[in-house]
């Protein structure tokens, strides 16, 4: 008695340790969840958009010096960014424009800039209840993420990783979906306008203006070049002619070797934003003029001791052609001609000494020619020059021109809920999970001949935790949780709809696969098969095993009461987090699955300390945490109370004249007098084995020894004696 009483303090006092710790984690642990928030924005501050918005937050989507915000009217609230009198773009919040919530099921204030070309300047995270995303989640990665965002065009965000915040991968989708939905809408009520006509396929945008100056088009790839020394010349004669090959130039540029031997530049001149910008409102009409319906005008212009114009195109006999310069596109080659030509002089305001102008000659390119400007082409460079031995030779310099978004006319996107093109990227993950649950499943369906042969089913049960710890926890990170419950639970309060949960397909499918066994066999097809932190104790508590480390067996009397304890948290957290789901989120750190499973025990020290008590402590009992701690374990407990089967046999001997079941099942579950108590049972399936196993139970022993004396008897063969099961 006086052991027994020594045993309960001690493990009492070892899970209220245990407890007080993880609560206590969780509670020093607050001060990460502002990690994303501005400075003293710990509460929400409601109102207009203007209001709310802090002066470092327009800094950082734009920084432009004397920046003026004017709120816009009607629908998609924004703000207008002016810069020197000059519309500039927008600023926007996910919370005024789409009210996105999320994982927690409360909206963020998540503001966006949106630039008149349909460019994401930046996005702010000012106000967030996500306070799964401080824990767990390094800055560094958090940082990454929100760096996404900044190279993000209204068409493409294939830039932004919600995978990068593992564990809170599912804040991470929210505020992708919330974005990219509330900046589809600011572009097109405020910068497309939704009464203009808009194109259903891309097109070149033939009318559009801004201005730009000539390093900005340069910058955006509008105007592109090249520049060649003599010297990178020589080396490139050199590297197709062999040693001595020389560019046609005369002996005496040859010996200037930094000296300029080509700058060549060329631009796509059809679009007003180029164009007029190039040549000024007068040269630019005159271009277009010369253009046919449809047709394109391309400048192309250089300088130094090289050209791309030679006389080729004054001989008619070769067609008055360029010969030292061609379109490549998709295969074709397009050869440009005298005719088409026109020497015309980018204004000198607009580009000073940046752009080359002793040749600078504009193609009309007709367009029978077929060239797409929308798709990227080739202006190929020939330069003539010689071998060593004087044989004439050419080198070819291709420059690739891929016309700038910014210089098209692109359909809107229409929004797709970000939930379809996650489940189109995770279609192998959700196809590995539904192999996993095939097989858990069959586990179940064909548990009877499984556990007759108790090599095979050590070796599926082994395997499938195996897969389950690795895959499922420790690569994709689907751990449920306690909160995940809550979630569940609050969702009709918080407004937690449908398409957050279907941001996340893993734990979408997991969560209604635990839903339905629950209702069918309890909690413990998931605990005992399919939760990565349980498959971690169960597999290192089989390594303990192995190694002969000692087993402490807890009295039934004991353990009933240390059961208490999970129920007694999952209450607490749930309760909790109807009040507050911040509070909810400090006590759910009593779970170490977010150290243990999604972070690999990279985290502050205080937390690698107690996953790592609990794994110790599971070593020494099978299956510590989930028996006496496991929130998630008692709520899935309490809601498997209303399981409709119970597959597991027992016969009539089991707790009267045997007790092998009962010492032999990992977490107590079975009570002296042989039933097995379903709120604690794992479904491991130990006992089923036992159960079937004629050398080891009993009744079956007793049975194949009578079988094998009638045997020798001769009688009675293939008669066997009566076996009832439960
Ligand atoms: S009791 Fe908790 S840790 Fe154990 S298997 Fe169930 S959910 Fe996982
Ligand atoms: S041994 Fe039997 S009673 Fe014990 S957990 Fe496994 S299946 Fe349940």
């Known amino acids: ?11 009492a006092g070892l899970c209220a340790l245990l407890v007080a710790a993880g609560v206590g984690i969780g509670a020093t642990s607050e001060a990460w969840a502002q990690v994303q928030m501005r400075p003293g924005a710990t509460a929400f501050v409601t109102g207009d958009i203007i209001h709310r918005i802090k002066p470092e937050t327009v800094k950082d989507l734009f920084p432009d010096k004397d920046v003026v915000l004017k709120s816009t009217e009607g629908r998609n609230p924004a703000l207008e960014v002016h810069v020197g009198g000059v519309l500039k773009g927008y600023i926007f919040s996910t919370m005024d424009v789409v009210n996105a919530t999320g994982y927690a099921g409360k909206p963020f204030d998540f503001f966006g800039g949106l630039t008149l070309d349909g460019k994401l300047t930046g996005v702010v995270l000012q106000n967030h209840s996500e306070t799964i995303i401080g824990r767990g989640v390094p800055q560094q990665r958090m940082d990454e993420f929100l760096a996404g965002f900044a190279a993000v065009t209204i068409q493409r965000w294939g830039t932004v990783n919600p995978d990068l915040l593992a564990g809170a991968s599912i804040s991470g989708r929210a505020m992708k979906a919330g974005m990219q939905n509330a900046a589809t809408r600011v572009f097109t009520t405020h910068i497309v306008g939704e009464a203009e006509v808009v194109v259903t396929e891309p097109a070149l945008d033939r009318k559009g203006f801004a201005l730009y100056t000539a390093q900005e088009l340069i910058e955006r790839g509008s105007i592109i070049g090249m520049t060649l020394t003599v010297r990178d010349a020589i080396k490139l004669f050199e590297t197709k002619g062999g040693v001595g090959a020389w560019p046609d130039i005369s002996p005496q540029q040859m010996e200037r070797l930094d000296e300029l031997f080509i700058q060549f530049n060329t631009a796509l001149l059809s ?5 007029q910008n190039m040549f000024g409102d007068e040269r630019y009409r005159e271009i277009v003029a010369r253009e046919a319906a449809n047709g394109l005008s391309i400048w192309m212009a250089d300088k130094g001791y090289s050209s791309f114009v030679s006389n080729s195109h004054l001989r008619s006999s070769t067609g008055n052609v360029f010969d030292q310069v061609r379109i490549e596109q998709g295969g074709t080659s397009f050869l440009v001609t ?32 077929g060239l797409d400007p929308l798709k990227p082409y080739k202006v190929v460079l020939i330069q003539p020059g010689f071998t060593k031995a004087g044989a004439p030779m050419t080198i070819e310099i291709p420059l690739t021109y891929d016309l700038p978004d910014m210089h098209k006319l692109l359909p809107v996107p229409v929004f797709v809920p970000a939930y379809i093109d996650i489940w189109q990227n995770e279609l192998v993950n959700i196809g590995i999970l539904a192999a996993l649950l095939v097989a858990v499943t069959l586990v179940f369906l064909l548990q009877d001949v499984l556990v007759k042969n108790r090599m095979a089913y050590n070796v599926v049960r082994v395997g499938i935790l195996g897969f389950t710890l690795v895959w499922l926890g420790w690569t994709v990170g689907a751990q449920f949780s306690i909160i995940n419950i809550l979630t569940y639970m609050t969702a009709p309060f918080t407004g937690t709809g449908l398409e957050t949960f279907l941001l996340d397909p893993l734990f979408f499918i997991l969560g209604i696969y635990i839903a339905i066994t629950l209702f069918l066999l309890g909690r413990g097809v998931f605990c005992g098969w399919l939760c990565p932190f349980g498959a971690l104790q169960e597999l290192s508590n089989k390594a303990a095993i192995l190694l002969r480390v000692p087993q402490i067996k807890i009295p039934p009397s004991l353990q009933e009461r240390l059961w208490a304890v999970k129920y007694v948290l999952a209450i607490a957290i749930i309760g909790i987090g109807f009040y507050s789901v911040d509070m909810a989120n400090a006590l759910e750190e009593v779970e170490p699955f977010k150290t243990a499973i999604n972070v690999y025990f990279i985290r ?15 070593l020494f009992i099978e299956r510590f945490y989930c028996r006496f701690l496991c929130p998630l374990g008692g709520a899935l407990s309490v809601f498997g109370r209303i399981r409709m089967f119970k597959w597991l046999k027992r016969k009539p001997q089991c707790g009267t004249q045997c007790r092998i079941c009962e010492t032999d099942c990992p977490v107590g579950a079975i009570e002296p007098s042989g039933q097995i108590n379903m709120n604690e049972c794992l479904q491991c399936l130990d006992c089923q084995v036992d159960y079937y196993d004629d050398e080891k139970c009993p009744p079956l022993i007793a049975r194949k020894k009578r079988k094998d004396q009638r045997t020798e008897a001769g009688i009675g063969i293939g008669v066997p004696s ?4 439960e």
């Open 271 to 275: 679009p007003p934003s180029i164009g």
């Open 722 to 725: 009566p076996m009832p099961a």
């Open 338 to 369: 005298a005719p088409q030509s026109a020497r015309i002089l980018v204004r000198a305001a607009f580009a000073g000494d940046l752009l080359p102008s002793r040749e600078s000659m504009v193609f009309a390119i007709p367009p029978t020619l």
């Open 1 to 11: 008695m006086t052991g027994l009483l020594h045993a309960f303090r001690r493990i």
């Open 604 to 618: 502050e020290l205080p937390y690698v300390l107690y996953a790592v008590a609990l794994l110790a402590a599971g």
